[in-house]
Nanobody, 127 residues
Framework: HVQLVESGGGSVQAGGSLRLSCTASGLTFATYAGAWFRQTPGKDREGVAAIEMDGTLHYGYSIEGRFTISQDGAKQNLYLQMNALQAEDTAMYYC??????????????????????WGQGTQVTVS
């Protein structure tokens, strides 16, 4: 049974930081690419950051160097370090397992992708 469970969301003031975590069970990020998406009501889901199976990183245009995606050595956990948070970063953040590098690129370039698995999301609110 595959599960992706996000944690680390919460409320923070503008300029602050949060670190999101995603723990995978039933799969590892050695066999799937990992990604973070975010979504606000009425808008499409946006690819924030992705990491290919070989460690190549991709970031969405709106991130502007403020976020960092990483994973642990066991490739069981995915992280998103978010710094200099702005009100526009307020959203539900989702962890996803993607099939390949093409999905990593497409997701962070604003194209819709079909993820293999999704987490349930964690809310980030910046005020």
């Amino acid at each position: 049974h595959v599960q992706l469970v996000e944690s680390g969301g919460g409320s923070v003031q503008a300029g602050g930081s949060l670190r999101l975590s995603c723990t995978a069970s039933g799969l590892t990020f050695a066999t799937y690419a990992g990604a973070w998406f975010r979504q606000t009501p009425g808008k499409d889901r946006e690819g924030v950051a992705a990491i290919e199976m070989d460690g190549t990183l991709h970031y969405g245009y709106s991130i502007e160097g403020r976020f960092t995606i990483s994973q642990d050595g066991a490739k069981q956990n995915l992280y998103l370090q978010m710094n200099a948070l702005q009100a526009e970063d307020t959203a539900m953040y989702y962890c996803a397992a993607l099939y390949d590098r093409r999905d990593c690129y497409a997701a962070t370039r604003g194209h819709a992708v079909t993820a293999a698995y999704w987490g349930q999301g964690t809310q980030v609110t910046v005020s």
